[in-house]
Structures are given as C-alpha cells and as structure tokens.
Nanobody, 120 residues
Framework: VQLQASGGGLVQAGDSLKLSCAPSGRTFSSPVMAWFRQAPGKEREFVAA??????YYAASVKGRFTISRDNAKSTVYLQMNGLKPEDTAVFYC????????????????WGQGTQVTVSS
C-alpha cells in the first residue's frame, strides 16, 4: 500500500498548513496512523499519531498541531498552526502498528513525504 501525502508548502512563521495523507490505489485501514518529519541532517522524528481512541503528540508540537482522521476516506490530516522555522522538514505519513508508536521502525507503510518550509 502506498500512502500519498500532500499539503506542504512555503509559509511564513506563524502561518498554518494542513497536511493530508490517503492511500493510493485501494482502500486501506490501519488502527494507527501517524506523522513523522525529517529535517536536513537529522533523523526522522515522531510528530503525532492517532489510534481509534486517542491522539498523541511530540512535545515540540503539542498545542500547535492537531492530528485527525476520516475513516470513511482512510485519510489522516495534520493541521499545523503557529508554524515556526524549526518546523521546516519533510513530513511523512505512516501506518501499520496495532498501537501508537513513536519510532519509525514500528510503521510498515509510508507516504512519499511533503516538504514544509517555514521562513522567519
């Protein structure tokens, strides 16, 4: 299954963006879907995850980002408000585990990434 992420772009500090991620080709469902990001020269890091009941956030984005899902569309979203230059990264959606995990290795399915650039 290939996940398709979209919604990235170039914005100014304080602006908002909404990322979307949906499977391409066929219907797909996963108990947990998540967003990770990777800045140049850095490791891929956890941003947010959502399971059937709860949402989970990295400390660096809590209060600014909101993850949500539309199960009918098998789509997960990431609403990003109050963007900061340090949020600049390629954002990846991921799916696969039965319970929310914060390490990339726990996820089997990945999107191709969408670039988010925040200027100061």
């Amino acid at each position: 299954v290939q996940l398709q992420a979209s919604g990235g772009g170039l914005v100014q500090a304080g602006d908002s963006l909404k990322l979307s991620c949906a499977p391409s080709g066929r219907t797909f469902s996963s108990p947990v879907m998540a967003w990770f990001r990777q800045a140049p020269g850095k490791e891929r890091e956890f941003v947010a995850a959502i399971d059937t009941r709860f949402t989970y956030y990295a400390a660096s984005v809590k209060g600014r980002f909101t993850i949500s899902r539309d199960n009918a569309k098998s789509t997960v979203y990431l609403q990003m408000n109050g963007l900061k230059p340090e949020d600049t990264a390629v954002f990846y959606c991921a799916a696969g585990p039965q319970s929310a995990q914060t390490i990339p290795q726990a996820y089997n399915y990945w999107g191709q990434g969408t670039q988010v650039t925040v200027s100061s």
